[in-house]
């Protein structure tokens, strides 16, 4: 039992981590906050990848005529795609969450509906 | 061929940040329209060669797959490719004015730019047969739909597209999990590559974990019930142009991807004992009978329209539940139905809101008298929505009974058949008001544009009324979506497996 | 021409009619000229179809599922149904132009524009080669008249008009649809023949739940419990409750009906059916229950509908008893009861025109200034009521000896009888007294003397009503082609 969770350390330090921002996305009525959530989210995702990738013993996937055993590098060379999209991804939220607060001058969802609620009622 | 297809994808890729760059609206729209025709000539091509049931392979860069990306065409992803594609290039001719009238002059270039962006991703959607590029392609036609629909003009789009961007992302991340998982278990990601392979590790519980992400990853893309909720807002506030193309297209390529997903990469017989096929039909048939209520509910003409897209989502996710070829059929060509059908519905709302500057049912008493021409679009798309006889839609709900009776589900049957009942209500409702409600005599607005003004939309109509027309003859005249709908399906039931 | 041609011209004719009417929408003269023309030659046509109905032409449109057509065919049955219908498309436009005009109506040219799409569908209704095309214009008829009926634009027309569209394609699509797609699986046809694709292809068990979805399905032959658009459709105008809601629509219902029991599921199926008799008790309950509300109904034109209700029901009553002489008189009903009941209405619309007056009870002694209206209602209810000298009597002598030759239980065939026996009772109560209370009560004092209707409208009114004698004595020529229709020996 013992080996088997330190075996798997790194699977429950992701899903630590995976779950941790799920709540605060879910949770947060701050939209900062909740961008911050989905970021963290993805980040762990990236992070299973990269040690979905990592073989025992093995180095960086270089060929060098020391080393037999190498890291699997397509994991990592996809989270290469998947940062970018997340940085793209942040970057449109921020800019979204910056005209929403120029718009409503608030940042909470709660303060949001109210007024969305109000603006449809007239 | 083979190099034409790949044209798919690299065409949009190379207009789109051209666009960007060229700051004159007319430019933009020019360039957004050359790009759309090209698309469209090229998609047609490409579905005319494959309803044989011939199957067209491409290497990008020439790797050998399974390590490099293959696009694989057959006539089922060459059917969505011509919906996007054809949509699309009536979007932008349609889109023009209403455009103009929308978006601040110093913008319309980029969002030309955007809006070629999510033609990009939703081509590369697909076409691509590399699981991992689907993502990408996936997250790209995200974006971009995103900062569209924040450049609607009233500033709860940006409410709407926030949520979205959420809802999506979160989706998006589910579905790039659950290929890690897959990777993890079978160390390939060329689709037909994991088909081929599928009984090597199926045994593995890690399977079953990715099936289920995927599948949630896409529900959200796709909004199907209960996961639908970005939807109704995201395509109330965007601009017309964009509510056009998302709603005519967006969610069918992701619901193109699930059927993908579920017959091609996972074996049948494999979910087949999951009771998946009872989790669809009952997401789908809630989705339809709570979609179709919401509907009813509600005063815009928008909003109602969206939530009528909730419903008409949960048609094809009961058809590919029903996991029969009638079923699958259905799936199949409600999406090229619906997408007609929606168009040219969310194209008479759009021209609504430009002359009368409101959608909301209560202002729009009488409408019928002021435009006539609109109104009566908009009563015929209505029509094909419910599923007359006669109409595109009555086509899709034909074999989609079928399926369910051949199936000896009634509770399905009578689902369809009773949000098909709700449908009556939600489209008479708007036409009684338009044409026996009222009296008195609306103001329509004339319709500026750049200098020039401009008492009607003609080129608008004109679009509208193509899609009205398309939405009679593919009733009557069915061979172009059936023959690649069943071409399709037997490809996929026949084998269950790689091509 | 050639049999097709005139197929093809029986749809096409009123729909260049539809074309040609709004183009002179601000020339009322020459539009009401152009939809008498149409009328006149869509009648030629069919006469000219009916010398040639046993070729077997046809006429394919598309093909929308596979192996299934939009298609068309000359048969009896839909001979028969297009010259009931397109007579009296002559007749009621004649109507109508009185009545519109003297009723100062407004969107007079949309009016006669749906109209005559309308009649369009209703030949393409009785020359459909299978089902689904049938079904295609069954909805069509629904959504083209649907602006008819709220033609009014007021509240109370926009609520029967909704009541109107969402019962009669609520039904159509809840229980019509499954049906014909429960057929189409079982047998893998929907082409309409002889002796019907159902033998041999299902359990016959099933049958009668089948053709329950069929009879509650098809509601625009009015079986209760769908039978309450019929009442609301009656605020439309009188010349489409006269033709679209006591011949065209409601007849397109039980004609599909008949056509299903005779070309789909086939007699003999139904008659060795279990429990298909049972069937009966539908009609039977429709019969009676329909004119007991109609006693009830103070408004002319509800009593009248309530009226169609239940004469609907005789042939529905006909079609399920499926022997060789219950057969002929519902076909034959058809007929008979289209000519007595356009009188009827139309009498009801000289009426509204004339005095402006609605109510059965308001018509006491108004004969006296109205002769001419009342003496053709007479006769239209003598027609309904079976009575000899009067069409009316064939179809309930036929109706009868089917019921007589009833072969299911004993008692069904007993109630059988009493149903029609009390009904006819039930007829003479609430129809008979109306002209009888306008021609010998006396009016009440103070009523200013009125007229008659506009000309137009009298002679529309007196056109049905000779027919209606005349074929008493010559039943001829829908009785050989009812004989035609339902096969078996000529007697």
């Known amino acids: 039992m013992t080996t088997y969770l330190l075996g798997h350390l790194n699977y429950w330090l992701i899903i630590g981590v995976m779950m941790i921002g799920m709540f605060t996305m879910m949770s947060s009525p701050n939209l900062m906050k909740k961008l911050a959530g989905l970021s963290m989210f993805q980040t762990a995702v990236i992070l299973f990848y990269v040690s979905i990738g990592k073989v025992e013993d093995g180095t960086a996937p270089i060929i060098t005529e020391t080393a037999t055993r190498y890291a699997n590098p397509l994991p990592q060379v996809l989270m290469l795609t998947a940062i970018v999209v997340g940085v793209a991804t942040m970057a449109l939220g921020f800019a979204l969450i910056i005209r929403i607060r120029r718009a409503y001058n608030s940042m909470e969802e709660d303060d949001i509906h109210l007024q969305i609620q109000r603006e449809e009622l007239d | ?499 | 021409m050639t049999p097709s041609t005139l197929l093809l011209a029986t749809m096409l004719v009123p729909l260049a009619g539809a074309l040609l009417i709004p183009m002179f929408s601000a020339r009322p003269n020459i539009r009401d000229a152009v939809s008498v023309i149409t009328a006149t030659v869509l009648f030629v046509i069919v006469c000219a179809l009916y010398q040639q109905a046993d070729s077997p032409a046809s006429l394919v449109l598309a093909e929308p599922l596979s192996g299934l057509q939009i298609a068309f065919s000359v048969n009896y049955f839909g001979v028969l149904f297009a010259l009931i219908a397109s007579s009296l498309w002559i007749v009621t436009t004649l109507y109508a132009i009185g009545y519109m005009r003297a009723h100062h109506e407004r969107n007079q040219t949309r009016f006669y524009t749906l109209f005559a799409i309308a009649i369009a569908c209703v030949m393409a209704i009785a020359f459909a080669e299978n089902l689904l095309t049938l079904f295609l214009f069954y909805e069509i008829l629904t959504v083209g008249t649907y602006p008819l009926v709220a033609h009014a634009g007021t509240s109370e027309a926009r609520a029967g008009a909704r009541k109107y569209l969402l019962i009669l394609m609520g039904s159509s699509i809840a229980f019509f649809l499954p049906a014909i797609i429960i057929v189409y699986l079982q047998a893998g046809t929907l082409s309409f023949s002889e002796a019907g694709v159902m033998a041999g292809n299902m359990e016959s068990i099933y049958i009668a739940p089948l053709m329950l979805l069929f009879l509650l399905g098809i509601s625009k032959a009015g079986i209760m419990p769908l039978h309450r658009w019929l009442p609301s459709a009656m605020v439309a105008p009188t010349p489409v409750s006269a033709l679209l809601h006591a011949v065209a629509v409601v007849k397109a219902g039980v004609f599909t009906l008949l056509k299903v029991v005779l070309f789909i599921m086939g007699p003999d199926v139904i008659a060795q059916a279990i429990n298909s008799q049972y069937l009966l008790l539908l009609p039977m309950a429709t019969i009676i229950l329909a004119s007991l509300v109609a006693m009830t109904r103070d408004n002319l034109k509800e009593r009248l509908a309530y009226s169609t209700i239940s004469q609907l029901s005789y042939i529905v009553l006909g079609a399920l008893m499926v022997n060789q002489a219950a057969l002929v008189g519902a076909t034959l009903h058809i007929a008979m009861h289209a000519f007595a009941k356009i009188t009827l209405f139309f009498a009801a619309g000289a009426i509204l025109v004339a005095t402006h007056k609605t109510r059965v009870s308001e018509l006491n002694g108004l004969a006296k200034s109205m002769p001419v209206t009342f003496m053709c209602f007479a006769i239209g209810a003598m027609s309904i009521i079976g009575i000899p000298f009067f069409g009316g009597m064939w179809s309930k002598w036929y109706l009868v000896s089917g019921a007589a030759a009833f072969e299911g239980a004993t008692w069904l065939g007993w109630a059988l009888s009493i149903t029609l026996m009390l009904s006819t009772l039930l007829n003479i109560w609430y129809l008979l007294t109306i002209p009888v209370n306008a021609w010998f009560k006396t009016a009440p004092a103070n009523e200013p003397a009125s007229g008659e209707a506009p000309l137009p409208c009298l002679i529309a009114m007196i056109i049905p009503c000779v027919i209606c004698i005349y074929l008493f004595f010559q039943p001829d020529i829908f009785l050989q082609l009812a004989h035609t229709i339902v096969g078996g020996d000529n007697t």
């Not at chain 2, 060669?49 to 020439?62: A, F, P, S």
């Not at chain 2, 919906?83 to 023009?96: C, E, N």
């Not at chain 2, 999406?335 to 609504?352: E, I, P, Q, S, Y």
Request: charged share 10%; net charge neutral; hydrophobic share 55%.
């Open chain 2, 1 to 499: 061929m083979e190099l034409l297809t790949v044209l798919l994808v690299v065409i949009p890729l190379i207009c789109a940040p051209i666009t960007a760059m060229i700051a004159d609206r007319r430019v933009a729209w020019a360039l957004t329209l050359m790009m759309c025709l090209a698309l469209a000539v090229i998609s047609a091509m490409v579905l005319n060669d494959v309803t044989t049931g011939k199957v067209i392979h491409y290497e990008l860069g020439g790797w050998k797959p399974p390590w490099g990306i293959e696009y694989v065409i057959d006539s089922l992803n060459a059917l969505i490719a011509v919906i996007v594609a054809f949509i699309a290039l009536i979007t932008v001719i349609y889109g023009r004015k209403s455009a103009e009238q929308e978006i601040h002059d110093s913008q319309i270039h980029l969002f030309y730019a955007a809006f070629q962006l999510v033609i990009l991703g939703l081509m590369g959607m697909a076409l691509t047969g590399d699981i991992f590029n689907l993502f990408v392609f996936l997250e790209i036609s995200s974006l971009a739909s995103y900062a569209l629909i924040a450049m609607g003009h009233k500033r709860q789009a940006l409410v709407a597209s926030f949520n979205y961007l959420i809802a999506g992302t979160l989706g998006a991340t589910f579905f790039l999990l659950g290929i890690g998982f897959l990777y993890a278990a079978s160390g390939t990601l060329n689709m037909a590559d994991l088909a081929a392979r599928f009984d090597d590790f199926a045994s593995m519980k890690l399977v079953i974990t990715a099936l289920l992400f995927i599948l949630i990853g896409l529900a959200l893309k796709a909004a199907a019930f209960p996961l639908h909720s970005w939807l109704p807002e995201a395509y109330t506030q965007a601009p017309t142009m964009v509510t056009v193309l998302l709603a005519s297209t967006s969610t069918k390529v992701a619901v193109y991807v699930l059927i993908r997903m579920l017959y091609q990469v996972f074996p049948q017989a494999y979910w087949e004992e999951m009771l998946l096929p009872g989790f669809l039909m009952l997401s789908g048939c809630l989705g339809m009978l709570y979609g179709s209520y919401k509907a009813l509910c509600q005063v815009s003409i928008k909003r109602l329209l969206a939530y009528s897209s909730v419903a008409q989502l949960g048609y094809m996710i009961v058809g590919i539940g029903l996991n029969n070829e009638a079923g699958l059929t259905a799936a199949i060509v409600h999406m090229f139905n619906h997408a007609v059908t929606k168009a040219a519905l969310f194209m008479a709302a759009g021209m609504v809101l430009m002359r009368l500057h409101t959608t909301s049912l209560d202002k729009l008493r009488g409408a019928g008298k002021t435009m006539p021409w609109t109104t009566g679009a908009f009563a015929l798309a209505g029509l094909s929505l419910i599923g007359v006889p006669g109409t595109a839609g009555f086509i899709s709900k034909w074999y989609l009974v079928q399926g369910a009776l051949a199936q000896g589900n009634y509770l399905v049957a009578g689902s369809i058949l009773g949000a098909s009942i709700l449908a009556i209500m939600y489209v008479w409702k708007i036409i009684e008001t338009l044409y026996f409600d009222g009296s008195d005599k609306l103001h329509v607005h004339k319709v500026g544009s750049g200098k020039q003004i401009v008492a009607d939309l003609p080129v608008a109509t004109a679009c509208c009324y193509l899609m009205v027309f398309a939405c009679f003859y593919f009733g009557l005249y069915t061979s172009i979506p059936l023959e690649a709908a069943q071409t399709a399906v037997q490809a996929m039931m026949g084998n269950g497996g790689a091509q």
